[in-house]
């Protein structure tokens, strides 16, 4: 009689995964990828990863005890089987979703996750500062393991982290290299070129790896759990660094995912998990605009470039790198390599446009700061998920670019408030002859919000007619909307509002800080840490008078809809026009300012 088939939901703990017979498991890997098909196409989040892990992750659960093990694992997008085999395969229909399963892992969660930074190419410092503690309070029958990506190896700190793993072989660390060929696009550069020589096991093609003093395993089947488990118990055994290269394949079991060539279903909607078609049709986005304009103007501008660090097509590059493909330099997921390219592409006398995430920005701050600033350059950064991206979590909201780029001299900010200003802002930074950064959300394309009038290159968007200057708001960027909400809420309540946009949010228009000084009260309101943010900075510069700095909390916020963050946050218009009545109450009786947020 055939055993009743294992379902993940069966799995309470690794042990379980443990202790079953071999001949099994081939049925619970297709419970788990029927699993995360039916459950992510109902929610969306990240499928192709963690389809091509669902073997391999079987094998780690079966020859390394988790947590008494240490299971780090790199970027965090391909850890659902992970998840469903530690006991939460009953909590995937809260998936990414507010006070639900974390998209990535999450230490509230489960003793089994361990890094919650979805930020790549990190795994190996981890796994290298993990197993100097547990060095050091002698435990050494524990074993630490890293799981990272063939993209993630091309991050630089990845290659910091096989240096210290090499230097110490009485510290035997294991490297699981999950080699699938992708990032999104196929993996580039010389790491790639050099795994696919050893995919294939081209004679001459030396091994990095071996050179620097780790062990080599492999190349392994990464769908072959058998062979995963051979390579882990012999990983295991040598006691000493290793790495395993284990080859899968981004969407394995999917047909859908697998015959995606843009990215193999890295990440999807809510999808017909028949098809992997999205339930709804997609709503352009601003990256679709940007994407446009981009592509138009390189199309008339010979010296601008764009640069990707391994993210063409989610930031918009794809047009452009079809039309112009030399126009388009991808550096793999090396942010700070990239920027620092970009200096040296600038000193030639190109304007070149770097695409990227705003959360990815901060590892490359320095380059920012030293490569591009410093020398006054002629470098637009476009910063797409910037503010609160929602589902992704703490380590994916764009919420500190704002605070980041005000601290950087010469720097000069733009803060579309809809596509049409998108459109008019990036035309106007690349024709900046130093450093500019433009920003906006991860959203659909909102509709366009016209300006009553334009003082100097600041937007005005209200005006309460008959009405004293009680209140200036001050909208930066995608904040507009909420902003114009606050006003009629004010409005109705007798109170005269005055809304601005300053489009180039830093350093402030003249007219702005002539607005603040002729107004009883001034709120601004932007999609970032207000710390150091532009509200705050501005209140600063407006010293005398009152300004109330309506932002983002300097703290990690959890995942949720994005109108679920903001709201919780108080960037709605209603807490806005309540900052306002409040400080007017506050005015009128004669109490002392209310600090800014
Ligand atoms: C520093 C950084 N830059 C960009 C990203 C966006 N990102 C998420 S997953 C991914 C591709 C990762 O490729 P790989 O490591 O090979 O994992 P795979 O998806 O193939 O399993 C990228 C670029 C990121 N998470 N971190
Ligand atoms: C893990 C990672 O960094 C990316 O996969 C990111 O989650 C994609 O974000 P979007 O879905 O907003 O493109
Ligand atoms: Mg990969």
Redesign the pocket.
Known sequence: MTATPVTPAGITRPTDVAALDADRLPGLAAQVRSLLIDRVAATGG?L??GL??VELTIALHRVFRSPQDVLVF??G??TYPHKALTGRALEFTTLRQAGGLSGYPNRGESPHDWVEN????VSLAWADGIAKVLALRAETDRRVIAV????????GVAWEGLNNLASAPDRPVIVVL???????DP?VGGVAAHLRRLRRREAGAGNLFTALGLDYLGPVDGHDIDALCTAFRRAAGARRPVIVHAI?R?GHGYPPAEADESDHM?ACGIIDPLTGRPAKPPKPTWTDVFEEEIAAIAQVRADVVALT???RL?TGLGTLSRSRPGAVFDSG?A?QHLLASAAGLATGGTHPVVA??S??LH?AFDQLLLDIALHRLPVTLVLDRAGITGPDGPS?HGMWDLTLLAAVPGMRVACPRDPERLCELLHEAVDVAGPTALRFPKEPATEDIPALTRMSGMDVLHRTDRRPLDVLLVAIGATAPACLRAATLLAEQGVGVTVVDPRWAWPPPDPLLRSIARHRVTVTAEDGVAAGGIGSRLAQAAAHHRVHVVGLPTSFLAHGTREQVLTRAGLTGTAIAATARAELSRLTAGAPSGSGR
Do not use: W
């Open positions: 990240h192709g990863a091509g892990v790199d970027t997008h391909q979805s930020h790549a190419s990272l990506g063939d993209g993630a190896l091309t991050g999950n080699d699938n060929g992708r990032s999104y993996t899968t981004k890295h660090a391994g993210m989610p997921i942010e990227l995430y959360t990815f590892r994916h």
